[in-house]
């Protein structure tokens, strides 16, 4: 049993800071860097990882074991100051279990001066390991307060890094072992107050869309029993309202190549999505894409084309369109859109935050229960407002829908988007042009395939929606 090692796993030798992507530090990298072989999910997901130079022999103690003496310049020393002032962190994996550590510290004590403060290196790190027979509960690593490197001036300067590792048993058993970190994650430590805001949240959407889907429902009743009893008297009364729009509702829309590819690209990114930094695994997925799904999107063109189904609306399309008579400014397509993209961010924002801190910082999301709640919620209350919207267009008779209920739809993406640089100036510390166009660069791709996402699920339902009406009444 003694003989058996778990390899430490550290990230590709770069140091991360609390709200930065990661950048590498040369004087940080061992002379001989083994990179780990991962799994093309495991690329895709952007883990860059290599075997760490700590040897961590189960059960076998180390005391003050060196890893490496590196010979520092004054270039390697105002670099190790600049990640310290910036709380950069290194993280490990033993085992699976993640580990994270600073990789020094800045004493301000008894000093107002920035100027004054004095910056260190952490030489030893200590790995505290926790083991249930012959499996890894828990490890644990803290820093060694009294083995410092000053690196407060810039000067050449030599540094020995070192490692200690003491095993210990505990009675928690394997299957318990990640409840530590869901203990200890930044979102259990609100545990309440998440839940009552969700809960909050919840109450408020649902009250909401309740009481529009009441007002919808009556004035829909209304509107049926009124077109019944207009087709039982006579026809010589002018149909007014979304009836009198019947030819017109189900024309294709503007552009509808472009609409179309939106609303493929929305139904994908419902089901999938998928993201490829390295070379390697872009010739991989450019040879999976030439060689896989450019001829099964051939096949399937030719199939679905030998076998479409033609589009069948409710009601007969004429052959010239309706003019639209004039519309308020808040029956804009702007101002709708701000509408309908409002209420369904209402229902996420709370949850954003801790998503951003996952994503963008050090914590760990764990409750994925209270994410799924969530993103059903956001896709009812999409739909519902959708629809809600598209009713009081065509009420207006107004039948350019289907680029609107699009757009409606999609439009939560944009308030996410705006989100974006609320947490980026208050919540975030990032700054510089790295870390600026790399976040707003990665959330404008993201915040787009959401508006593509919502979108197509807004157009279907109100597609759904406009179709039942439609056949519910006597179309001439």
Partial sequence: ?????????????????????TRSDPSTTPDNIKEKKEALGEVLNGDRLVDAPYKLDFLSDHDSKTVCKKKLSKDDVARFRSAVSKDYYFQMYYDDLPI?????????????DPSEYKYFLYKHINFD??????????????????????????RDMGVEFLYSVKWKETATTFEKRMEKYSSTSSLPHHLE???????????????????LAT?????????????AHDDEAADDQEETGWKYIHGDVFRYPKNKSLFAAALGSGTQLFALATAALPFGTIVVIVLIW??????????????????????QAPCRTTKYPREIPPLPWYRGTIPQMAMAGFLPFSAIYIELYYIFASVWGHRIYTIYSILFIVF????????????????FQLAAEDHEWWWRSFLCGGSTGLFIYGYCLYYYYARSDMSGFMQTSFFFG???????GFFLMLGTVGFRAALLFVRHIYRSIKCE
């Fill in 129 to 154: 390991i926790l083991y249930n027979k012959d499996r890894v509960i828990e490890i644990n690593v803290h820093t060694d307060p009294h083995a410092l490197a000053d690196v407060t001036e810039d």
């Fill in 100 to 112: 994270w550590g600073f990789i020094g510290k800045v004493d301000k004590e008894g000093k107002t």
């Fill in 215 to 227: 007002i919808l429902m009556r004035v829909l009743k209304n509107d049926f029993v009124k077109y």
């Fill in 193 to 211: 107050i998440h839940w009552f805001s969700i809960i909050n949240s919840c109450v408020t959407v649902l009250l909401l869309t309740g009481f």
């Fill in 1 to 21: 049993m003694r003989d058996r090692t778990v390899q430490i796993i550290a990230t590709r030798p770069e140091i991360r800071s609390l709200s930065t992507p």
């Fill in 290 to 311: 030439m060689l896989v799904t450019s001829p099964l999107l051939v096949l399937g063109g030719i199939a679905g084309k030998n076998s479409k189904a033609e589009f």
């Fill in 442 to 448: 990665y959330m404008a791709c993201i915040c787009y």
């Fill in 376 to 391: 059903i919620i956001l896709l009812i209350v999409t739909a519902f407002i959708t629809v809600a919207l598209t009713y």
